[in-house]
């Protein structure tokens, strides 16, 4: 068959693509970067778009000409500059049944989320319920797998959420410790959308996570050990006005272009236990199992300790940068003063002024995710830049006691590991 998978290389759509081409499918991806796509899965065809704008069926002929089945495993947490979540998992996903009903598209499989009803208070919720619905009141064959926390050798979302708690060095902190969560591994997850593609699970509506709930408490501890990291010392209980503190700044992160796994959204999904009813009859593994079949090297550690890392070495740079633009600009007077026997007053001043400008310009652009990995090679370029102009004119600066152009090469080698960073997948 010939399978059209949305968001397909994504945490849970990329090893569905590859499960239902080891099964000798053919897939076609459809995800945001054709690019980013064929080098997860050079194999595949490949089409790029943005689901959240294919929000007329006419949008959708041209992707479903030959089609014989759709997986949808697209989604977004929460609302922000990348995503529009009732565009994305409702609007698109209804013109899309139409659309199949329309051109003989006759399978189809959802992945949806435990609790996802269209009249929850949370719209990631309700808007996944809504597309459910829709799916069920259609003629297609039809199958709705509700995953738990899904596990798996990719992080993403609530996964690489676990393995950013358990990097936490000495104590371990945890919001909610009490809530209740069935985790699902990927593999198994694959497996289940592949019976479904060649014809088991048709109208039905199904929970894919392990038999027996865990507390948060005791999987981030799961997962801590599965890192390799020393036990924690102590555990920190931290209230929840704390834990949505940090999730509404995450929120704010989200209009930046940041997708931190940590907002309002996924706190209120936690709040409401990810847990289902363990009757989907179909054998899955339990979390220490499917730990114990994904490879725990230095890898994953060092990915675990970056993550967490990751959001305080982006403000630091961007801060460092915007203090240094602002306080040029505020103490120009001091600063032509040094450069006073090395240049004419104008253009002392245009290089006092102009390089304030092009500091903030750097620190702000810092902020945004797309444009973060861009700002970092200018913040580079223009340190390279002040180290050789400051050489030429005031090489007197290099044995300044308090190390001013010292100083600078921290900061490249701050900007140098936050470029390697910066790939989202």
């Known amino acids: 068959m010939r399978v059209l998978v949305l968001g397909a290389y994504g945490l ?3 090893p569905i693509s590859i499960a239902l081409m080891a099964a000798g499918h053919q897939v076609t991806g459809l995800a945001r970067s054709q690019s980013l796509g064929r080098s997860h899965l050079p194999d595949a065809d490949w089409i790029e778009s943005d689901i959240a704008r294919l929000t ?8 479903l000409a030959g089609i014989d089945a759709v997986v949808n495993a697209s989604g977004a947490l929460q609302d922000g500059a990348k995503d529009s979540i009732v565009a994305l998992q409702r609007d698109a996903i209804r013109v899309l049944i139409a659309a199949c009903e329309a051109q003989g598209v006759r399978r189809f499989v959802q992945i949806s989320a435990p609790g ?8 990631f919720y309700s808007s996944k319920g809504e597309a459910d619905a829709a799916l069920k009141y259609s003629t297609l064959d039809w199958t709705i797998f509700r995953p738990g926390v899904v596990i798996g050798p990719s992080a993403y979302g609530g996964s690489s959420l676990l393995r950013m708690l358990a990097a936490f060095p000495i104590v371990q902190p945890v919001v909610m410790a009490d809530a209740q969560i069935q985790t699902v591994a990927v593999d198994d997850v694959a497996g289940a959308v592949t019976a479904a593609i060649e014809g088991e699970h048709i109208a039905t509506d199904l929970d ?5 709930p865990r507390s948060l408490e005791e999987t981030v501890g799961l997962v801590r050990t599965w890192l390799g990291f020393e036990p924690a010392r ?9 834990g949505y503190g940090v999730a509404k700044l995450a929120d704010c992160a989200g209009w930046f272009g940041w997708r931190s796994p940590l907002r309002t959204s996924a706190l209120k ?13 179909v054998p899955l593994k339990a979390l220490p199992e499917t730990l114990a079949g994904l490879p725990s090297s230095l890898q994953e550690r060092v990915f675990a300790r970056a993550t ?3 959001p305080v070495l982006v403000a630091v740079l961007s801060l460092f940068w915007l203090a240094s633009g602002i306080i040029g600009i505020w103490q120009s007077e001091a600063a032509v003063a040094v450069l006073g026997d090395s240049l004419p007053p104008s253009a002392a001043w245009s290089a006092v002024i102009g390089g304030g400008v092009v500091d903030i310009a750097i620190g702000a652009a810092l902020m945004f995710r797309r444009w973060l990995r861009l700002a970092c090679f200018a913040a580079i370029a223009v340190s390279c830049g002040y180290l050789m102009g400051g050489t030429i004119l005031t090489p007197h600066l290099w044995a300044d006691p308090l190390g001013v152009f010292v100083k600078v090469l921290p900061g490249i ?9 910066a790939e989202e997948r």
Do not use: C, K, Y
Not at 269 to 281: M, P
């Open 269 to 281: 999904v936690l709040e409401a236990n990810v847990t289902g009813s363990g009757t989907s009859g």
């Open 116 to 123: 996802a009803t269209p009249d929850s208070d949370t719209l």
């Open 413 to 421: 080698g701050l900007a140098l590991i936050v470029a390697s960073l």
């Open 308 to 310: 967490l890392l990751f």
């Open 12 to 14: 849970i759509g990329l």
């Open 234 to 242: 102590a555990i920190l209980r931290l209230p929840r006005w704390l």
């Open 208 to 212: 894919l996570m392990e038999d027996t």
């Open 56 to 63: 007329h069926a006419s949008d959708w002929t041209a992707h």
